[in-house]
């Protein structure tokens, strides 16, 4: 079939032609928009999932239905080796342009506090707080969000931006995504300020997204936090969204599937979102006609294969080092020995001594190379003395192809 009509795009974060079993996460979040532009109480969000499964394209389409409601939005994606204030100062430098307040002297008060947070953290040095700016023109404003705590800053600015977007009857969202990276001084502030913003009733609210270990972090920092956001899991696709997210577009393409390669896509795919748009340029491209058939995607499987084997997997794989990836290949394996049926769970979550067992290590030797991994993002670990991988089938590619 014509390639340069193949409606299907795996890419990271790129949106699906059809944004299939989301509709309850867009409904919600329309409902959240509404309460918190009149004054409701309502808390902030964190999705939480794998990846491959559309946290990133989520974000952006919440993102999108707040830009249609009026409201200030900013995004930033956050870093291991980053501080919060800069990208954050960046993404509410945007929201606040976005709102469009009618007093220029209020908006330019608020963007000189969001200069004077973003400088902060250069110090004392002149020339670094200089460059710091970020492209705001207005006049830094002098003590206020610069104090140095990233708590007190954060609650004072989030506070005069809140100030700022209820002036005006508009809300600002900021969206974080990659949550879990964010420095432990960062997420207690996040926490603080969200909290603070809660209780004052100010129409700003978070948005972020991150691993499923996310809750715990939060957890970890603040113990309020499990009370303070809305937590929503996003999972792989249902047999009917994983269908409808094959079937629309190729429709618009005068394009359609038959009954059995629908059940051989989903077979193949498990409904992961970015798997099935994978698979569905593949068998596009190789399939001669219309209607798609079983196979047709039995044919293209070995291509679609490939390409999660070199930009899926393989990309990831190579971030690690030997002694890593001798690690990531014991958890393929114990997650298999661990399974009742010898079938490995899609996630490969595994008990780290089992991992020790299957290398013969004691598991206190294998600490560097689980951290490192960790701190990676290749694996996560969701409870004590468990781990998993970050990517679902890591493990299946581990032992079939790395």
Known sequence: MDPIRNPYAPGAGQRPPELAGRDEQLTAFDVVLERVARGRPERSLVLTGLRGVGKTVLLNALRSAAVRKGWGTGKLEARPDQSLRRPLSSALHQAVRELG?????????????????AQRE???DAKLRDKWSPGINAPVVRGRADSGDVEID????????GGLAADVGKGVAVFIDEMQDLGADDVSALCAACHELSQNGLPVIVVGAGLPHLPAVLS???????????????????REAADRALVAPAAEEDAEFTADALAAMYDATRGYPYFIQAY?????DLAPRTPITG????????EAETEL???FFGSRYERATPAERDYLRAMADAAVAASDDGVEDPVGSVATADVAAVLGKKPQSLSPARDSLLKKGL????ERGRIAFTVPHFGRYLRTQA
């Open 101 to 117: 307040h009618p007093e220029p002297a209020e908006a330019d008060y608020v963007l000189g506090v969001i200069r004077s947070f």
């Open 122 to 124: 250069a110090g004392t």
């Open 154 to 161: 954060l609650v004072e600015l989030l506070t005069d931006v």
């Open 220 to 238: 970890a920092s603040k113990s309020y936090s499990e009370r303070l956001f809305s937590y929503q899991r996003i999972d792989r696709l249902s």
């Open 280 to 284: 569905g340029r593949s068998v596009w």
């Open 295 to 302: 196979d047709d995607v039995a044919v293209a499987g070995p």
């Open 309 to 311: 084997a070199v930009g």
């Open 379 to 382: 694996i996560y670990s969701g």
